[in-house]
């Protein structure tokens, strides 16, 4: 006798990520960035991370070689689903090809996500802070300087203090310590400033946020935290997290 057993009829639901998936460019030869974004993605949210092939030397001509491999790791973000968000997680090479480009090439490539970059996060951030004047600690080559200090001004903030710490190779940034960045922020301080603000996401700026927010009190921008905090609203999520910074209680 044969009996035929009736599958169970299969249940399905959002899976996952139902509040919002968002995808993010990282260089290959990056260290801190992809930590700082699973640390501050909220539950439901997806964080879904290609790399892009990228030299592990900073400097302009490796940053604006990017360019060429932008379109093709944007098309390998879950390729056949769609995103809401887009972003390239590079600061460096967004200031050196230019942030419209940049955006212009992710929305080739995904024309259903919002484009944005980790630089134009930074922006938005010292922007929604009210913050007009800043002091600006980087990690970048000398020759990054006129780029960095040029994008705030066009966004109308003024660089009242600027230091770079000249560093010619992403592991040497990604290795400086984030108490080195607590004393040289400090240090920097100008009682002027609205804001201090610590450019590259390679850098361990996150750690200190909140410590430091406290000591000079004033808000604390850092290149991942804007970039969370950044794409995070532009997907519609407006989860405030605690620990870093009052960019989130916004």
């Not at 899976?15 to 290959?28: D, E």
């Not at 090479?93 to 024309?111: F, S, Y």
């Not at 190779?169 to 240090?187: F, G, H």
Request: proline fraction near 4%; hydrophobic fraction near 40%.
């Amino acid at each position: 006798m044969n009996s035929q057993i009736n599958p169970p009829e299969i249940s399905f639901d959002e899976g996952r990520h139902p509040r919002a998936k968002i995808g993010y460019i990282v260089l290959a030869s990056e260290e801190t960035c992809e930590d700082d974004i699973f640390r501050l993605t909220p539950d439901g949210v997806g964080a879904h991370i290609n790399r892009i092939h990228a030299s592990d030397e900073v400097s302009l001509d490796s940053a604006g070689q990017m360019k060429f491999a932008l379109k093709d790791s944007a098309l390998q973000l879950l390729p056949d689903y769609a995103i809401d968000v887009i972003c390239f997680a590079c600061s460096g090479a967004a200031m050196v090809l230019g942030e419209q480009i940049v955006c212009d090439l992710l929305t080739e490539a995904r024309p259903d996500a919002k484009a944005v970059t980790v630089l134009g996060a930074a922006k938005r951030a010292l922007q929604a802070l009210e913050a007009q004047k800043v002091v600006v600690l980087t990690p970048y080559p000398k020759a990054f300087e006129k780029y960095v200090r040029g994008y705030l001004q066009d966004a109308g903030i003024e660089v009242l203090v600027y230091e770079s710490m000249e560093l010619e190779r992403n592991e040497d940034i990604s290795r400086v310590t984030p108490e080195y960045l607590y004393r040289r922020a400090n240090k920097l301080n100008d009682m002027d400033a609205d804001a201090v603000f610590i450019c590259c996401g390679a850098l361990r700026s996150l750690e200190i946020i909140e410590q430091l927010e406290q000591k000079l009190n004033k808000p604390v921008v850092a290149s991942n935290q804007a970039m969370m905090w950044d794409c995070l609203r532009q997907a519609g999520i407006e989860d405030r997290i605690k620990g870093y910074g009052k960019l989130f209680e916004l």
